[in-house]
């Protein structure tokens, strides 16, 4: 309260009750003062909240509805930050598994392709053999057909390494599909840790210190009636 919001100059025909008798005395003035600094210092105290595990504290004259919001704020910039973490080790995981993948893909396409010509060699040569023993050739047609046969065990193992090959590559595939399961459910775990409702809030009591009690005047004021 300031003085300037109060009428200084003195009315005309203006009358006074007379001031009490403890007024007289100036030193009734610093008594007052005393007194109400004391009021001050013993009655009135800052109440703030308080939320430990983000380690933040209201402001002065901040409600609790309005720090709690502030708090929220916090809260999904956390999460934000987390997720983003997240993504990033999930997604570095996923592309060691997507580079694997695509060596595979092209070890499979030249897999088959090699194992498509040795097929067709394989056939030609054993019907060659087989059309020469219509012809009587025979010394020539057992070695034809034991080549032959030596391509068809070679192509047997071909098809076996191109099956495997597909399987490993079949594998990777349902190793991704387990890693986005993965990341969404951790995603949802860490949505569940950053809930307003599971945030503790705690009322922290300020009372004010002496010297932070200033500038206390006691002024005589009039009434008008």
């Given at each position: ?25 100036l ?25 430990p ?37 999930f ?55 034991a ?12 098809k ?34 950053y809930?307003i ?17 200033l ?11």
């Amino acid at each position: 309260m300031r003085s300037s919001n109060f009428e200084q100059k003195e009315r005309r025909n203006s009358n006074y009750y007379p001031l009490p008798k403890f007024l007289l005395d100036l030193r009734s003035f610093k008594s007052i003062t005393k007194e109400v600094n004391d009021y001050f210092y013993y009655n009135n105290e800052l109440v703030l909240y308080k939320a430990p595990r983000l380690k933040l504290i209201s402001k002065q004259d901040e409600s609790l509805e309005d720090f709690k919001i502030r708090v929220k704020d916090r809260l999904n910039e956390q999460y934000d930050e987390n997720l983003e973490k997240l993504k990033v080790k999930f997604e570095k995981e996923k592309d060691r598994i997507e580079s694997k993948l695509h060596t595979l893909q092209n070890r499979l396409e030249r897999e088959k392709l090699d194992l498509k010509a040795k097929t067709t060699d394989t056939i030609i040569s054993i019907g060659a053999s087989i059309f020469g023993a219509f012809f009587g050739r025979t010394s020539s047609n057992i070695g034809k057909a034991a080549s032959g046969a030596r391509k068809v065990g070679r192509l047997s193992k071909e098809k076996n390494d191109v099956m495997m090959i597909e399987e490993d590559i079949a594998d990777l595939n349902a190793d991704i599909q387990v890693l986005q399961h993965s990341l969404q459910e951790h995603a949802n775990a860490l949505q569940e840790e950053y809930q307003i409702e599971d945030i503790a809030f705690e009322e922290v009591y300020i009372k004010p210190r002496r010297k932070d009690i200033l500038d206390t005047k006691i002024m005589l004021l009039w009434e008008e009636v």
